[in-house]
């Protein structure tokens, strides 16, 4: 029952501000440019070669990269913004042992993250729905690619959002959040693939799409692996600096 | 039953010492006004009796018990430590639904809390619209959810109007006279004078003075003397302090009456006058903080760290 309460408490915070509709407008934005490019884009020769296959309306519809960086950001904002508007002062009250009280915190971002990469992926597969027989070309994927996409991406946004939750905690500042959140999902991984080609198989990109069937190194399990060490090191890192730092 | 404890409680961020030493107790049944100048440590001690902030040395217990180790906190302390403790874009009701649902509160207290502060009307607008008023009396709301024994406010005064002053005085003592723990902070005197039963001063993180605020105004002994220098001397020699009134007479602390009267007597200097002093609590209160005088508009973010 405490459980319960304390989890509603940190969904509560996150629904109840213009955060996720803001986040919803960004997805609809995305997944609309997705859809002007199946209708208007076309490759070097003219056809519509990028989505005559399956596997090529796959990679399309994949927006699990996508969700890394999205709910990256989620989490990244709603953790810092707490301590810029001072709302862990009673959220600290309320639960003084800091690391439960990161916790539900966590748990709650997970979660948000999971959403925002499912309504990413929905809004992606409905915009390529609507646009691929507007475009002349009929749909190809099947509900089994559908369901690995989505999960794709549920997967891919709760690591991003734990990640985000993580830098969040640690700098505090949002807009120190979301520069944190920015280099490590997109600065870092070409750096580290530039000094070793090994690091290529590991960064968020390429888990992203192992997970949406698009690439096939490593396998899903070593990839659902990699993404939950990229979730849960910040996390930790947040948690273990929040515990020792006083509340200012 | 639950007296606030500080136990030589020091406090530094990086290398400045923000409370230094400090020992105090707020008990039950009344309200406990804390004094002292902005930057005196206010604030910091606060949040380290609530579990915001560690202690370098010294504790600070509640009951007995440190915050965190309450078996249940956040009903038993009602807090309000920062005015601004809200997102601008939440609704003030929504803000209380997330504080009733980490302490455990039914919803139903929510709308009861909003109409006992007057915010009712205003319930579901965002609480980037309000004013610092109205913020203040939504702090409170959050702090009487639980409706705890004890209450921790860090200058609940700051942006109220006189009839938001006067329900808060109401409401703290009738707190107080149920047999709850009010600990009050305030850099404003006349505050305080009308609202505390005891106060405790400190500056640049030092204990000051602390007792009722009855038997602290009557501290003083006004003396006059054609002889206030030599008397003036005898005096501070005798371990009591001194301070020269305009007109030239003096205030005395720190000796009884009789003991004045006995070193004027002994030094054969002549006293026209020896009577009880009851002075105003913001005159005592600059003399007890070096004159320092009492900042109008408070930081909202007193102790920042280096």
Not at chain 1, 215 to 218: F, G, N
């Given at each position: 029952m405490n459980r319960q309460r304390l989890l509603r408490a940190e969904l509560r915070k996150l629904w109840t501000t213009r955060m996720p509709l803001s986040f919803l407008a960004v997805l609809i934005v995305i997944s609309g440019i997705n859809a002007i490019a199946v209708i208007y884009g076309h490759d070097a020769d003219g056809t519509k070669g990028f989505i005559m296959t399956r596997e090529d309306q796959r990679s399309l519809l994949a927006f699990a990269a996508n969700t890394m960086m999205m709910a990256g950001l989620f989490g990244a904002i709603a953790v810092a913004r707490e301590y810029g508007h001072h709302t862990v002062i009673p959220m600290f009250l309320a639960t003084p042992r800091r690391s439960r009280a990161m916790l539900f915190q966590l748990t709650a971002i997970v979660l948000a993250g999971a959403i925002v990469g499912l309504v990413g992926e929905a809004l992606t597969l409905t915009a390529g729905a609507i646009s691929m027989p507007i475009a002349g070309q009929s749909i190809l994927i099947t509900a089994s690619d559908v369901v690995r996409l989505l999960a794709a991406a549920a997967i891919t946004g709760a690591a991003g959002a734990a990640l985000g939750a993580g830098i969040g905690a640690i700098v505090r500042n949002t807009g120190g959040a979301v520069i944190g959140a920015v280099v490590i999902l997109m600065i870092v991984p070409p750096i580290a693939v530039q000094m070793t080609n090994d690091a290529a198989s590991w960064v968020p990109g390429t888990l992203a799409n192992v997970l949406s069937g698009v690439?096939?190194?490593?396998s899903p399990a070593a990839a659902v692996a990699a993404l939950v060490v990229w979730g849960l090191v910040p996390a930790l890192a947040g948690v273990a600096v929040v515990r020792r730092r006083d509340v200012v | 039953m639950h007296t606030l404890t500080i136990e030589r409680l020091t406090k530094r961020y990086k290398k400045k010492?923000?409370?230094?030493d400090l020992s105090l107790e707020v008990h039950p049944g009344r309200v406990t006004g804390f004094l002292g100048?902005?930057?005196?440590g206010k604030s910091t001690t606060m949040k380290v009796l609530l579990g915001l902030a560690s202690a370098n040395e010294g504790r600070a217990t509640i009951g007995g018990a440190r915050y965190r180790d309450l078996s249940d906190p956040g009903r038993t302390v009602g807090a309000v430590l920062?005015?601004?403790?809200?997102?601008?874009?939440?609704?003030a009701r929504s803000h209380l639904l997330v504080l009733a649902d980490g302490i455990g509160v039914p919803v139903a207290r929510v709308d009861e809390l909003m109409e006992l502060v007057g915010l009712s009307d205003a319930?579901?607008?965002?609480?980037?619209?309000?004013?610092l008023g109205m913020r203040q009396r939504l702090g409170l709301a959050g702090a009487l959810l639980a409706d705890p024994p004890v209450l921790v406010l860090d200058e609940?005064?700051?942006?109220?109007d006189p009839q938001g002053i006067r329900w808060l005085r109401d409401l703290l003592r009738a707190r107080a006279k149920d047999g709850g723990t009010v600990f009050v902070s305030s850099h404003l005197m006349s505050e305080v004078e009308h609202l505390a039963d005891e106060i405790v001063v400190i500056d640049r993180g030092r204990l000051v003075t602390a007792g009722a605020i009855s038997d602290l105004e009557r501290q003083g002994t006004l003396v006059r003397t054609p002889s206030p220098e030599q008397l003036g001397k005898i005096v501070e020699a005798a371990g009591g302090t001194v301070q020269v009134r305009p007109d030239g007479a003096l205030t005395v602390r720190g000796l009884a009456i009789g003991e004045i009267g006995d070193h004027a007597h002994a030094a054969h200097i002549a006293l026209h006058e020896l009577s009880p002093q009851a002075g105003s609590l913001e005159d005592l209160f600059l003399e007890w903080t070096g004159g320092a005088a009492p900042v109008e508009a408070a930081s909202p973010r007193e102790e920042v760290p280096e």
């Open positions: 690439s096939e190194e490593p | 010492t923000v409370v230094q100048p902005n930057g005196a920062e005015s601004n403790a809200f997102h601008p874009g939440r609704s319930r579901d607008r965002n609480v980037g619209a309000y004013s609940p005064g700051n942006g109220l």
